[in-house]
């Protein structure tokens, strides 16, 4: 194994090796840290707690990775390959005793999850640090649900768990647009919108895998940004339910690391360099002074950047104390609001090609003649958007952007939600549950149906037709107040 070592990489001056052990007697670890002496770390593969994944991420990355361990260690070098530079090997004595190589191409960053981040921080404090940590909670659903029919693309489960919430500082981070976040070769857990492990993506990575990418980091050094900033930035920050539901979720990490801090600022990215009027009133309500923003263009090194744990991560859970962001929200874009007039029953339209109602007339005019106000909410300024929800008692329209008002809503209403048994109306549950709505369902027939109960694009992007005769009959009681239906 050693003279593989040295026929790879012994023309190298520098070197960086892990040699992965079991606690046996292995000459060859002495070997090797004889041969490149202060450049070797040892990495049991028995150990439990932090995965090896994690341990190999804080150290690396590595010219080599020495596998004494048989066992296993085809698996391994299939997974963990990444972890070493392009032209890198990965040597590995089989199961016969044979030693093979393996060369690394991939020129990659490491993956680490939210949770996880604490222990990589731990391991190499020079990545960064833990500033402050909201416990988890659990809590069960505070609103009602009913709906025409199933949601075969809705979990709606009664209560939620919470995750711990990590507010966290790294040194010399570099961001880049649509939210990516890279510190010393790994993909930090503020590239991404939701925590848990499947949904870990972001469309601006090329994955290799659930834990590694292809290095998004540019070929020329990121001009520095000095200072100390907070990372705002969302995917699709362009995209108002992206917002409400994604961005916003990170206001309890910037509240309490500005508090601190007044001199933090807030990164964000917009090919522009401009945010819309909604975007800085929406942050300005949050407590996001416009002065406080830098809008960047392009990759930036970052001299010191905060982010944390989103309290809103769909489907998994939302945060109860999420429910004192919206609140803040509601009550200071209420306060910016015009005159009216407010109407009591309002339906929120919807304009676009995509999930739309191909009779979407007749269905509004079923909500017309219970009194509704069909609106359209972009025509409005964002604090009459806001006012408009918290003055109604009833609150209805199609699934998607405008329905996630109900969330800036300052109090429990009934809540009418036409969706169509493709789309999964994740959020609007979510929020709903959240601030005790009660929350009725009109469920209607997509033009391209889900295929054996699996997701496809075309499914969830499909029209949809309401059918008077079938979903009509619960919708009409419900327009009629009847509350036994």
């Given at each position: 194994?050693?003279?593989?070592?040295?026929?790879?990489?012994?023309?190298?001056?520098?070197?960086?090796?892990?040699?992965?052990?079991?606690?046996?007697?292995?000459?060859?670890?002495?070997?090797?840290?004889?041969?490149?002496?202060?450049?070797?770390?040892?990495?049991?593969?028995?150990?439990?707690?932090?995965?090896?994944?994690?341990?190999?991420?804080?150290?690396?990355?590595?010219?080599?990775?020495?596998?004494?361990?048989?066992?296993?260690?085809?698996?391994?070098?299939?997974?963990?390959?990444?972890?070493?530079?392009?032209?890198?090997?990965?040597?590995?004595?089989?199961?016969?005793?044979?030693?093979?190589?393996?060369?690394?191409?991939?020129?990659?960053?490491?993956?680490?999850?939210?949770?996880?981040?604490?222990?990589?921080?731990?391991?190499?404090?020079?990545?960064?640090?833990?500033?402050?940590?909201?416990?988890?909670?659990?809590?069960?659903?505070?609103?009602?649900?009913?709906?025409?029919?199933?949601?075969?693309?809705?979990?709606?489960?009664?209560?939620?768990?919470?995750?711990?919430?990590?507010?966290?500082?790294?040194?010399?981070?570099?961001?880049?647009?649509?939210?990516?976040?890279?510190?010393?070769?790994?993909?930090?857990?503020?590239?991404?919108?939701?925590?848990?492990?499947?949904?870990?993506?972001?469309?601006?990575?090329?994955?290799?895998?659930?834990?590694?990418?292809?290095?998004?980091?540019?070929?020329?050094?990121?001009?520095?940004?000095?200072?100390?900033?907070?990372?705002?930035?969302?995917?699709?920050?362009?995209?108002?339910?992206?917002?409400?539901?994604?961005?916003?979720?990170?206001?309890?990490?910037?509240?309490?690391?500005?508090?601190?801090?007044?001199?933090?600022?807030?990164?964000?990215?917009?090919?522009?360099?401009?945010?819309?009027?909604?975007?800085?009133?929406?942050?300005?309500?949050?407590?996001?002074?416009?002065?406080?923003?830098?809008?960047?263009?392009?990759?930036?090194?970052?001299?010191?950047?905060?982010?944390?744990?989103?309290?809103?991560?769909?489907?998994?859970?939302?945060?109860?104390a999420m429910l004192d962001t919206y609140d803040a929200l509601s009550v200071a874009l209420s306060a910016q609001a015009g005159a009216g007039p407010w109407p009591s029953r309002v339906f929120l339209g919807r304009r676009g090609t995509k999930r739309a109602c191909v009779n979407a007339a007749e269905l509004e005019a079923e909500f017309r003649s219970a009194g509704f106000e069909v609106v359209f909410m972009e025509d409005h300024p964002l604090a009459d958007q806001v006012e408009l929800v918290r003055r109604a008692e009833v609150v209805a329209g199609y699934a998607g952007s405008a329905m996630f008002h109900v969330a800036l809503a300052g109090a429990p209403k009934h809540v009418v939600l036409v969706v169509s048994e493709a789309y999964p109306a994740h959020n609007e549950y979510l929020m709903s549950m959240l601030?005790?709505?009660?929350?009725?369902?009109?469920?209607?027939?997509?033009?391209?149906?889900?295929?054996?109960?699996?997701?496809?694009?075309?499914?969830?992007?499909?029209?949809?037709?309401?059918?008077?005769?079938?979903?009509?009959?619960?919708?009409?009681?419900?327009?009629?107040?009847?509350?036994?239906?």
């Open positions: 194994m050693l003279a593989e070592l040295e026929r790879s990489i012994g023309h190298l001056a520098a070197t960086r090796v892990a040699v992965l052990v079991d606690g046996k007697e292995r000459p060859a670890v002495a070997a090797i840290e004889a041969w490149r002496p202060g450049c070797v770390v040892r990495h049991d593969v028995r150990s439990g707690g932090t995965r090896l994944h994690v341990r190999l991420a804080a150290q690396g990355r590595y010219d080599a990775v020495a596998d004494l361990v048989p066992r296993g260690s085809d698996g391994r070098a299939a997974r963990l390959l990444p972890h070493v530079r392009p032209g890198g090997v990965w040597v590995r004595r089989t199961a016969g005793g044979r030693v093979e190589a393996v060369t690394a191409e991939d020129d990659a960053c490491a993956i680490v999850g939210d949770a996880e981040t604490s222990d990589l921080l731990a391991l190499d404090p020079g990545r960064g640090r833990v500033l402050d940590v909201v416990p988890g909670a659990s809590w069960p659903v505070r609103g009602r649900l009913r709906t025409s029919g199933p949601m075969p693309a809705n979990p709606t489960p009664d209560h939620y768990d919470a995750p711990p919430m990590f507010l966290r500082e790294y040194p010399n981070a570099v961001c880049l647009p649509q939210q990516v976040v890279v510190g010393r070769h790994v993909v930090l857990p503020e590239t991404f919108t939701t925590v848990e492990d499947r949904r870990r993506r972001n469309v601006a990575l090329d994955k290799l895998g659930a834990d590694f990418a292809r290095s998004p980091l540019p070929d020329a050094e990121p001009p520095l940004l000095p200072g100390r900033w907070f990372h705002l930035d969302n995917h699709l920050g362009w995209h108002f339910g992206h917002a409400v539901s994604e961005q916003v979720s990170h206001l309890w990490g910037w509240q309490r690391a500005r508090q601190d801090d007044p001199s933090l600022g807030a990164l964000l990215f917009a090919d522009s360099g401009e945010l819309a009027e909604w975007q800085r009133d929406l942050l300005a309500a949050g407590g996001v002074p416009a002065g406080a923003v830098h809008v960047a263009t392009g990759p930036v090194r970052v001299e010191r950047l905060v982010g944390c744990t989103p309290m809103f991560s769909r489907p998994a859970y939302v945060h109860p601030l005790g709505h009660r929350l009725d369902v009109v469920v209607c027939e997509p033009l391209v149906p889900r295929v054996d109960g699996h997701f496809s694009r075309e499914s969830f992007h499909s029209d949809f037709v309401y059918r008077p005769e079938r979903e009509g009959e619960f919708l009409r009681a419900v327009l009629a107040g009847d509350r036994d239906q």
